[in-house]
């Protein structure tokens, strides 16, 4: 056992030394008796020493005087005694067990052995060691008959079995020897007889040799010869039967057992008590010293004996001629009675607990010693549940090895309880289990009063009270911890005891009393610091409280089920503290923020990280108070989601306040901006994630059946919501402003763009708005959040486009100040959209862009290039029409690439409206190629002219020498005018019908089409052109320097002003 102590009793062993006195256990008188039986023990020896014993008897007497703390003279008087005492008579316990591997003398091959034994007093010493010669002295010729022992004879047998015990005396070790003869027992048989037993010719042979033999004379098998002085105390082995001659040199083996012991030992010890009580004395003296010698080393005696006093041990032992189990006797009594007074290892008691049980004899024990057994049994019972119901004091975890001592006791009260030597002499057999579980529960007691008399303030009020039991509650629950992860296990396994559950349902239920009992004076108007260790000692209950779910199943509440109710008057200081200290602590953030980004990768000010410990705080605030009560639950979260939207509310306020005193100029004031609209967005995330955090999903299910679902809703999720579209606000307020900001430049730079030299390239003219875009918009991309940048974005990209509107409406003639314009726009567009890190070009290409890049494309470009986009518009239009109001033209048209030529076939016209008085038309058809800047050397074909007919039918061919390329270009087409021919004046326009010629059959082949008539008919619907006018002629028409501007204008108006085409 360690230094910490299962020594409650008596003396402690650390106030002894080595070298003290020890008779303590003895008296003085007694000490000295048994003094003078180690010194007669030692003096005495006999036998020749073990290997692991100590040989030296001087060493052997230094050893035993400083065991029992004699001093010289003590020892020399003591000593002197002993040499004058009377000498002990040595004996030889011999015991012969058996042989094996025998001569067969008999005729039938075996042999009736029996054995002659006796001590030589002066032994025949070989002439040389070398000497082979047999000795042919038998016993009875060596020893006199009266000191021969003869064992049984055994029949007909070569392994015989006698296990004989004969006591030897002897005087002197050096001279005695040991003489052991086997012979074959030969009695009378007849002849016939013999035959009878016949079975080999070895045998015949055995009956001639009878028959020289004298009648009735043994056979000799073998003999032993042992010098005394060449035994151990104790010795058992096999030894070689030696022959008398050569004749057969292998005559088996002898199993003998010795044992070298006194009679009539003079030392009045062995005079006047029991052998089992004197030695039982002596090993109590020795371990006494052994153990003591290792507390003075600090070292735990784990039940191994020193060479010398287990030297000493064995020779008394075998001396006295103890049995083992007398032994073992000894050393219980001897170790459980040590044990309650010194500390070693409880593992010791453990061998004589199983020895004593499988030697368990009763009848072998003497009623004094059966009482004395008893006895040791009884206390040792009571004094293991003694250090048991201590366990927390006796055992402690910051000794080491308590946990194996601990076990190591119950395992040795467990196995003695099981001893059939308990059961029969403790006759009042207790139940092991149930008396531990009552130890455990009165120590459990013990210990917490004990606990709360070390805790009890010095001053007497409830915060000092509150303190203190937060205190106790601390320690009862490390003690429970304790038991539940190192010590249940033991007492589990051992006893099966539950010492978790004893000492959970004991500690819970003082706990609930002596907290009751303190908690009676609390009322609303408590002070600050009584509230702060109240809330100490809420979490402190709550936490014993849910330890109970390592019990085993278990009926009924527990003491402290409805603990909360305790506290219901402290709660609203709890939330109060909890608000206080995170409304203050992110006022002093705010005051200290430099707003400055915080670290390398941040976007937002140190006072965000301070705001966002806060709310943490708070969060773990309702987390710890944890309240069971689920209506009073949804109240207090309705508080704290309350004050956390206030602090919110006012961060936004003070870091705005801050950002405008910290700013001396437009361009601090602008970064500071940045800081405040990502603190913002910060905060808003940190609101949005309070759902999650405080579980508002667990306390709707827990306050489904008490609250309605709305009114959760309405109390929390909005009140939520409201903080979450302030903040908001507040975020969309900050970057409109810093959009104002870049506005007035973003104006300025288009403005000077839009009066800049139409000399310059488009190009050379927007590089000073994409560097002071590109300087801006750099800058706040390092200092917003990506989602704030983006809303700056969108800002900007409106007012951009609102800008670019305005300076495009300006009526200017120049298209190279379009081409400035639609260059920028184009610009911007990349810019704004930065490969994908932008906007999206979705949000992008709003209707305002749309329109007004068609517009800036439009105006931008050439007179030709518009002209080709006025054909297209009208080819698609065509297209896209599918009434026959004015009629339909039908036409083949094919086109050779090996010729470069276009054919066109006019088939006829169909349902054309009268235009002349007689209610019918003279109608023909002009083919022309537009635009007619790609195809200037082609004329206008015209086929002939059909009287009074609304479906002519025409049937004539044109052919047109054009490239193919030519017919590939943009807005390239056939436009095909039927006319109602008029003598008098002008020709009335019938219609109008544009076939593209980008998909003319031949064209995107290499060969030509053989058979024209497999050409598909192409029907066109007749169209009129809008008397409104159209954007892009009115863009022609604004460029009066432009003659084929002009010109073609002029013939599209005059079309237009045959239009039957309603405004």
């Known amino acids: 056992m360690d230094a910490a102590g299962e020594t409650p009793m008596g003396t402690l062993p650390g106030e002894e030394s080595p070298e003290m006195d020890l008779s303590h256990r003895f008296s003085k008188r007694e000490l000295a008796l048994l003094y003078e039986e180690v010194l007669y023990t030692i003096r005495h020896r006999l036998g020749k020493p073990e290997h692991h014993h100590v040989a030296d008897a ?32 040595f004996c030889l316990k011999a015991t012969v067990k058996e042989a094996k591997g025998i001569l067969g003398k008999d005729v039938s091959g075996f042999s009736d052995p029996y054995c002659l034994l006796g001590i030589e007093a002066k032994s025949q010493e070989p002439a040389h060691p070398d000497h082979k010669k047999r000795m042919k002295a038998v016993v009875k010729d060596l020893i006199p008959e009266d000191q021969i022992h003869r064992t049984q004879v055994i029949s007909q047998t070569l392994s015989p079995v006698w296990d004989e015990t004969f006591i030897l005396e002897f005087e002197d070790t050096e001279t005695a020897s040991f003489h052991l003869d086997m012979w074959d027992s030969d009695v009378v048989e007849s002849v016939r007889h013999k035959l009878g037993e016949l079975t080999d010719l070895h045998g015949l042979k055995r009956i001639f040799k009878d028959a020289r033999k004298d009648k009735g004379q043994d056979d000799f098998l073998g003999n032993v010869v042992l010098r005394l002085k060449d035994l151990h105390c104790w010795d058992d082995q096999w030894y070689q039967l030696e022959p008398r001659t050569e004749t057969y040199p292998n005559r088996g083996q002898c199993h003998l057992q010795f044992l070298l012991t006194h009679k009539k ?3 009045t010890s062995s005079r006047t008590q029991p052998s089992y009580t004197v030695h039982r004395h002596l090993l109590q003296q020795l371990v006494s010293y052994e153990i003591l010698q290792h507390q003075a080393g600090s070292v735990a005696w784990d039940g191994e004996l020193s060479r010398h006093a287990s030297t000493v041990l064995y020779l008394h032992a075998t001396q006295k001629d103890l049995s083992h189990f007398h032994q073992v006797m000894a050393q219980w009594l001897a170790y459980s009675k040590l044990y309650q007074s010194l500390e070693f290892s409880s593992n010791c ?99 917490f009063h004990m606990k709360k008399q070390h805790l009890k303030p010095m001053v007497k009020s409830m915060e000092e009270n509150g303190k203190a039991l937060s205190r106790l509650l601390l320690e009862v629950i490390g003690d429970l911890q ?154 207090i979260m309705v508080k704290i989601v309350e004050d956390m939207c206030k602090i919110a509310l006012m961060y936004c306020r003070l870091i705005k306040e801050r950002a405008e005193a910290l700013s001396l100029n437009e361009g601090e004031a ?43 809703q309405h109390t929390l999720h909005n009140q939520l919501d409201s903080t979450v579209s302030c903040l908001d606000h507040e975020v969309r307020d900050v970057v409109q402003a810093l959009a104002t900001k870049l506005e007035k430049g973003i104006a300025r730079h288009i403005q000077e763009l839009s009066s800049s030299n139409d000399t310059r390239e488009p190009e050379d003219s927007i590089i000073p708005l994409m560097k002071f875009l590109e300087s801006e918009l750099q800058y706040l991309n390092e200092h917003l959040v990506q989602e704030n940048f983006k809303s700056l974005l969108t800002l900007l990209w409106h007012h951009t486009l609102a800008v670019l509107s305005a300076a495009a409406g300006q009526q200017v003639p120049s298209a190279q100040h379009y081409k400035k314009l639609h260059c920028a726009l184009k610009s911007l567009e990349l810019c704004f959209h930065a490969e994908g890190c932008g906007l999206p070009l979705e949000t992008l290409h709003t209707a305002a862009f749309l329109s007004l890049e068609t517009h800036l494309a439009l105006c931008s470009a050439t007179s030709r290039k ?114 109602d021919y008029d003598t008098l004046g002008a020709n ?70 045959q239009s039957k085409e309603m405004e």
């Open 866 to 979: 518009l002209i080709q986009k006025y054909f297209s518009n009208r080819i698609q239009q065509q297209l896209d029409t599918s009434s026959e109001k004015y009629g339909a033209v039908t036409i083949k048209a094919l086109y050779r690439p090996s010729e470069q030529k276009l054919r066109v076939e006019v088939l006829n016209a169909v349902n054309l409206i009268p235009l002349d008085s007689n209610g019918s038309s003279d109608p023909f058809v002009q083919l022309t190629l537009e635009p007619r800047h790609e195809f200037p050397e082609v004329v206008a074909r015209t086929t002939q002219c059909k009287r009074n007919e609304l479906h002519p039918l025409f049937d004539e061919a044109f052919d047109f020498l054009i490239p193919a390329e030519k017919c590939r270009q943009e807005g390239a087409c056939l436009l095909l005018t039927v006319f």
């Open 349 to 447: 008691l453990l061998h004589q607990i199983t020895s004593i049980e499988y030697q368990w004899v009763q009848e072998r024990l003497r009623p004094e010693q059966k009482a004395e057994l008893a006895e040791s049994f009884q206390s040792l019972l009571t004094y293991g549940v003694s250090l048991i119901r201590r366990y927390r004091i006796i055992f402690p975890l910051s000794v080491p090895r308590s946990t194996e001592r601990l076990q190591s006791l119950l395992r040795v009260l467990v196995q003695m309880c099981k001893m059939k030597a308990f059961h029969e002499l403790c006759t009042l057999s207790p139940d092991l289990p149930q008396t531990v579980s009552v130890a455990l529960k009165s120590g459990t007691t013990e210990w």
């Open 482 to 635: 304790q038991c539940q992860k190192i010590w249940n296990k033991f007492f589990i396994n051992t006893l099966k005891l539950n010492l978790f559950s004893i000492a959970y349902l004991e500690l819970e239920s003082l706990v609930a009393e002596h907290v009751q009992g303190q908690l009676r004076e609390v009322d609303s108007s408590m002070s600050k610091p009584t509230a702060e260790s109240l809330f100490q000692l809420y979490m402190n209950l709550q936490e014993l409280y849910r330890m109970k779910d390592f019990l085993p199943k278990r009926d009924g509440p527990l003491a402290l089920s409805n603990f909360h109710q305790w506290f219901k008057e402290a709660v609203p200081q709890w939330l109060q503290k909890a608000y206080t200290i995170a409304l203050e602590r992110a006022q002093r953030a705010v005051q200290m923020d430099q707003l400055t980004p915080f670290g390398e990768h941040n976007k937002h000010s140190t006072s965000t990280v301070d705001l966002s410990t806060c709310y943490a705080q708070i969060v773990k605030t309702w987390q710890q108070l944890n309240w069971p009560d689920p209506e009073e639950a949804f109240m």
């Open 670 to 712: 602008a970064n500071r901006l940045c800081i405040v609209v990502n603190n913002i967005k910060q905060l808003r995330l940190l609101i949005l994630k309070l759902p999650s955090q405080l579980d508002w999903a667990q306390l709707e299910q827990r306050t489904g059946a008490v609250i309605d679902q709305q009114q959760i």
């Open 58 to 89: 001087q060493e052997l007497y230094a050893y035993v005087q400083k065991a029992f703390g004699m001093d010289a003279e003590e020892h020399s008087v003591i000593m002197q005694q002993v040499k004058e005492l009377e000498s002990p008579i």
């Open 988 to 1057: 009335d326009l019938e219609g109008e019908a544009f076939f593209p010629l980008h998909h003319l059959p031949g064209l995107d082949t290499d060969e030509d089409q053989a058979d024209a008539g497999r050409v598909p008919q192409t029907r066109l619907p007749l169209t009129h052109p809008k008397p409104t006018g159209d954007e892009i002629l009115r863009l022609l028409e604004s460029r009066k320097g432009d003659k084929e501007a002009q010109a073609f204008v002029k013939l599209r108006k005059q079309r237009a002003k």
């Open 265 to 267: 030992r003079a030392t």
